[in-house]
């Protein structure tokens, strides 16, 4: 396949402008970004495998064994979008340069993210602004043609996080920050004896409301099914857009694993 434009900020070489021939070659050097954006697909691929593993292994022995399962896929599943992003911060070089363990933390904290919530003066509440990772993205997909057509299908990818029919973006948010997520099976068996309480003003809250899902364990199991094959088909088309030749042997005279990336929708063994 044809690589990407060249792309370089600073004196950094992306991945893409590097062939694997070239990384012990005086024609560039081994970066950085280049190595860890090998670890962030290792990485990506154990969060694959702990998805599975949890989908794997829902019992319907116990309804909380079950939900149990499903809560652990559905956040490993999640956190693999925020290594597609990773990925293409570090791998394309967006990133300002770094040199200790807590710079790098900072910024895969603080700026590897689309959009970010800010004060304005005099303002109480919170707008959503755009960062400089974002406003990068759009400068570059404006000066290179090819980078457009990819950040088109990565964002088209990507967006599968938040479908409308299989989506796993507001489960994730549900169950990391409100704890407003149940399988209906837990919640009729558990928690379906609801209470209703009235305020002064003749307002009344019933306790069902603080879940704001309570899907099926078996329509949950379908979303989770459908993400695993989307989250599999973005992580190989993106190994295949760094590493077009699946050589990782070429590391190995760096001390990087060998043969360690293999993404597959089938099973936990993927470190063959």
Not at 128 to 139: L, M, P
Request: hydrophobic share 35%; aromatic share 14%; proline share 1%.
């Amino acid at each position: 396949m044809n690589k990407l434009a060249t792309f370089r900020l600073g004196k950094k070489f992306s991945l893409l402008d590097l062939g694997f021939s070239d990384l012990t070659s005086d024609a560039g050097s081994l970066t950085k970004e280049s190595v860890i954006t090998y670890w962030k697909f290792i990485e990506l691929s154990d969060k694959i495998n702990q998805g599975n593993f949890a989908l794997n292994n829902v019992s319907l022995i116990s309804d909380s064994i079950a939900y149990f399962n499903v809560c652990n896929a559905i956040i490993a599943y999640q956190a693999c979008y925020d290594y597609f992003l990773q990925i293409l911060f570090i791998g394309f070089g967006f990133n300002d340069d770094f040199s200790t363990s807590e710079q790098y933390r900072n910024l895969i904290k603080n700026d590897c993210r689309l959009s970010t919530l800010k004060k304005e003066k005099g303002k109480s509440e919170r707008i959503s602004v755009s960062t400089k990772f974002a406003d990068d993205i759009i400068k570059h997909r404006q000066n290179c043609a090819e980078f457009d057509v990819f950040y088109k299908k990565f964002s088209s990818l990507t967006g599968f996080v938040s479908d409308s029919n299989f989506g796993i973006a507001q489960f994730a948010n549900c169950i990391k920050h409100q704890g407003g997520f149940i399988t209906k099976e837990l919640y009729t068996s558990h928690r379906a004896n609801n209470l209703y309480f009235v305020s002064d003003d003749g307002s009344s809250f019933d306790t069902s409301e603080i879940y704001a899902y309570r899907p099926a364990l078996q329509d949950v199991i379908e979303r989770l099914s459908k993400q695993n094959a989307k989250i599999v088909e973005i992580s190989n088309w993106l190994f295949d857009t760094f590493f077009p030749v699946r050589k990782i042997q070429t590391f190995q005279t760096h001390n990087l694993p060998k043969d360690k990336i293999f993404f597959t929708t089938n099973g936990t063994e993927q470190d063959k």
